[in-house]
Every structure is written in C-alpha cells, then in structure tokens.
C-alpha cells in the first residue's frame, strides 16, 4: 500500500487501480481467448457493473435476512433449467463458478454414499483438473480413464471402472482442452445401471450448445433429456457473459442435491445453514449474473451464439490455409485446439501473438499427445476473427523462422532426472531463477507488482524457452515448480 497513514484521495486510489491493471490481459476487445468472455455488448456490461456494485455489500449467508438474493438465485436458476431440459423436479444453487460447482458436486456425491468407506470417481482423461481438486479436498480417489483417439470419453472402457465404491461419473459437455462432448448417453447409462450418480460438466459449454442445437446444429445429446444425468454444472461468468463469480450447479431432484446442504446448529451462534462451501457470500455476483441474463435474454443469447459459432466457423476455415497448423479435434462449440507440423512449436506462436496483442493459451504435452494452443472464442472475437487469422499467419512464419525452442540436451536429461519429492527450497529457488522466473531481469520482462521494490518478481515476456522446458518435465515436476514459484509470488507487499 502507497500511503499507510492517511485516508488516500478516492481519484488517487483509483488511479492507481488503473495503474495496477496496465499489465493485465485486457478483458474486453475479443483479443483475449482465454480466461475471459466477453459479449462485445457494453449496455450488458453496464447492467453487471451496476448490479454488482449495487449488491457488493448484501450478504448471501441468509436468504431470509436478503430475500432479494433468494428470489434472484431461484429466476437464473429456472432460467438454467429451462435451457437444459431439467424436469418439474430439478432444483439448483448458484454457486462462485466452476470449481465450485464440481466441489459441491462431488462431496454431494460422496455424502450420499456413507456406508462407501473409500469412494471412488470414474473421469475421463480431459475432465477438468477442477475434479481432481475435488478429489484431493474430498479423499475421493479419481479413477482416471484415458479418452478414445478422438479424445472423447471412452464409453466402454468408463464402465468397466464403475465398481461398487463409485460414487460418481463425470463427464464434459465440451471438454476444455479440446472442445468435444463426450457420449453422455452411453456413459449415464452405465452409471444409472450401477446406481451411481453421473455429473455433466458443461461449465464452458452449457450456455451455448442449447441454443446451437436450437440454431440447427448438430448437437451431441448431453443434457437432462439423457437417462442417467443427475447433476450438471454451467457457468454464468464464461457464455452468459456475465461478470466473474457465477455459476449454477443443477440437480435432478431435491433428494440429489441434500448432501449438498450444511448446517451446524451446535454452537452458540446462529445455526449456520449454506449451500455452497462459503458462508458469508457476496450478494455482487449473483445480481450481477441476474441482470445480464435479464438484459441479454434469450433471444439476445440465440444471437451471441449464431454471432460466436460463425466466427468459430470462419476461424476453423481460414486455418485451412495454414498447412502448419492442424486442428485437433473438430469442435463441438467454440473451443479450438491446435497442434503445429513440428516445423515450430506453439510456445512460440503465443509469444508472437501476444507481441502482436493476442493472447492464446499454450497447452502442455500430456500422455504422449503433443502441445496445443487453445483457443476460446467469444462473440466479441467473433467480428476480429480475419484480423485474428492474419496474425496468426505472421506468428506462424515467425515461429517457423526461429525453428521450435531447442532445449540444451544436457538440460532436457537433467529436467527429466530431477524428483519432485526430492527438491529443497534452494533447488527450486536455483530451478526458478534459470528458468528466468524469479531473480535478476529476463530482458523485457514486467514486473509482476510495479513499484513492489527491489525483490519484486519479473515475469518474462517471452514464456517460449519455459515453456518448453516445462513441456519436458513430468506433470508431478511441473506442480511441484509452479507451486513454488506461486509461493514466491504471493508474498505480502508492506
Ligand atoms: C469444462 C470446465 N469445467 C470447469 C471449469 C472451471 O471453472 P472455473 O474456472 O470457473 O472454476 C472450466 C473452466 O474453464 C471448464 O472449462
């Protein structure tokens, strides 16, 4: 903080917030296809930030002392079933977003089971690591699939690792890394033939594919139309475009979800009584996401889709002109990963788009399938999408003029020998600080707090050569190396 001693004028604080962000990936424009959505709709942001800023203090931990709250989390709600075909039955909480949702739904899962002593959850390979968080919080062991060639969830094969511990399935409506659906009918059939319950994890797909199918595309059937779904998940703050904080778990009967619910009354304050794993909740999000889906609507939504799966569809067909990329998996809605010919590596691509103001996300190698690039499209990308596809070229014959990042071989065989239980503090400060992460100047790098001080942290611009190294270590060593340099960044600032 600036000024520990006095109150700081209002204009100088929020200047300094504007100063603060001046580094931050932009989160509207449709540049950024990643980690934000963005309607290209001002009004809608409008009506959010207002909402947001008028609720900000309400509080969610009582829905009798905020009524308001209750009545607005009850209408996204109906809304969300509405849209995905829930029966007169189903029920739902709005939850903070994905994660959450997953938490609850998984704990959900295991809480109805008491007499499991060591439960289980059956997941494909490309479910979202949100699961595997859930899994470790929850001490429910994740029996982990390998998805089919066309990196869907392999149907056969994830019901024979139902067993009687099982307490879940899972599977994705699209899948994040890839964007695919799995076979959610063959997959809850088996579960529903076992008695377990089945999650579909739509969080990044479950506000578009509706009205996709509704637009005349082909949809796979993922929704509570499909036997066996017992749960599903849709995030309001990435395709209802509202802002961060929103998501709606969906349950299909009340019975369902009642695990879900905590109370604790043996205490000798208020009988605490959530839904979700908070407990004071801010009322700002929840109105937000009530007010953009309020002012957006459905047909407005029918719209974004028609607008951002157009966009996707010329996206997918200007790729076509650049032999040295290749798409994946053909998209089930408007994620898009890609893959190069070797002739460069896609580190390198993103650091030239994101020279160029284009931010794609790099994926990592992972079993024996090779490093992508994902892409998340919005509708604000929609419209920017020719723009995009030039870059694109450019990085392309850029990175293929570099050459993909070569790793010193002495280097590679030292990254691969290392054991991550193993590592002291001083290694990982040592393994930080070659990589360029923390310590010194990496050349053009951004200091991760401006002004932060002498220690503060500079992260590299260029991520290529990290990048690449991190692609060669085991996914175990690469936890165990972002979570020390995570360590290292969050440090206070006095
Ligand atoms: C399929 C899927 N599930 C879960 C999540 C987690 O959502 P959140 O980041 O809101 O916690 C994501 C996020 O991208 C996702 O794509």
Redo the contacts with the bound molecule.
């Keep these: 903080m600036t000024d520990p001693d006095g109150p700081a004028h209002a204009a100088g604080v929020l200047a300094r917030l504007d100063a603060l962000r001046a580094h931050d990936l932009p989160t509207h424009g449709g540049r950024t296809l990643a980690y934000v959505y963005d309607s290209g709709l001002a009004d809608a942001d409008e009506v959010g930030r207002a909402a947001l800023a008028m609720f900000g203090s309400s509080n969610g931990l009582d829905p009798t002392a905020f009524p308001s709250l209750l009545r607005m989390e009850n209408e996204l709600v109906g809304f969300t079933c509405n849209l995905l075909d829930a029966p007169e039955t189903a029920v739902g909480t709005v939850t ?7 938490l609850l739904a998984v704990q959900a899962a295991r809480d109805a089971r008491p007499e499991v002593a060591e439960p289980t959850m059956v997941l494909p390979s490309t ?2 690591a ?1 699961f595997l968080k859930a899994a470790h919080y929850f001490r429910v062991q994740p029996v982990v699939v390998p998805v089919s060639d066309d990196f869907r969830a392999d149907a056969a094969a994830m019901a024979e690792a139902i067993d009687g511990r099982c307490v879940l399935v899972v599977v ?1 409506a ?3 890394a890839h964007g695919v659906v799995d076979p959610v009918t063959e997959v809850a059939a088996a579960a529903a033939a076992r008695g377990v319950r089945c999650h579909v ?5 479950g506000w578009v594919l509706p009205y996709a199918a509704r637009l005349g595309r082909e949809v796979p059937p993922w929704t509570f139309d499909v036997d066996g779904v017992t749960s599903v ?1 849709v ?1 309001l ?2 395709y209802a475009y509202t802002p ?1 904080g929103a ?1 709606v778990l969906l349950h299909r009967t009340p019975e369902l979800r009642r695990p879900q619910f905590f109370a604790r009354a043996d205490w000798p304050g208020y009988t605490m009584l959530n839904s979700t794993t908070q407990s004071t909740r801010s009322g700002g999000p929840l109105a937000a996401a009530w007010a953009v889906v309020q002012h957006i609507g459905d047909r407005g939504y029918l719209r974004l889709t028609e607008q951002v799966l157009d966009g996707t569809d010329r996206l997918l067909a200007g790729l076509v002109e650049l032999p040295e990329l290749r798409v994946v998996a053909a998209p089930d809605s408007t ?1 898009v990963a890609l893959a190069t010919d070797g002739s460069c590596d896609v580190f390198t691509i993103a650091d030239e788009m994101l020279e160029a103001g284009w931010y794609v996300q790099p994926q990592l190698t992972h079993a024996g399938r090779p490093p992508t690039l994902h892409l ?1 499209l919005s509708a604000a990308t929609a419209v920017h999408v020719e723009e995009f596809l030039a870059a694109l070229r450019v990085a392309v014959t850029r990175a293929v003029a570099a050459g993909p990042v070569r790793v010193d071989p002495g280097v590679a065989d030292f990254v691969r020998s290392l054991d991550p239980d193993a590592l002291s503090d001083e290694d990982f400060d040592g393994l930080l600080a070659a990589a360029g992460l923390i310590g010194g100047n990496a050349g053009g790098g951004v200091a991760a707090e401006p002004g932060a001080g002498a220690a503060a942290l500079v992260l590299p611009r260029r991520m290529a050569e990290v990048n690449a190294l991190l692609d060669l270590a085991s996914p175990a060593l690469r936890e165990a190396l972002l979570v020390a340099f995570l360590d290292r960044l969050a440090r206070p600032v006095r």
Excluded at 201 to 205: F, K, Q, T, V
């Design positions: 903070s977003g994905g994660t959450e949702s997953i479910a979202h949100a994705s699209p899948s994040y994890d739509a969080c990044i797909g998940s995030d703050h990435k961060k998501s994620l998340t």
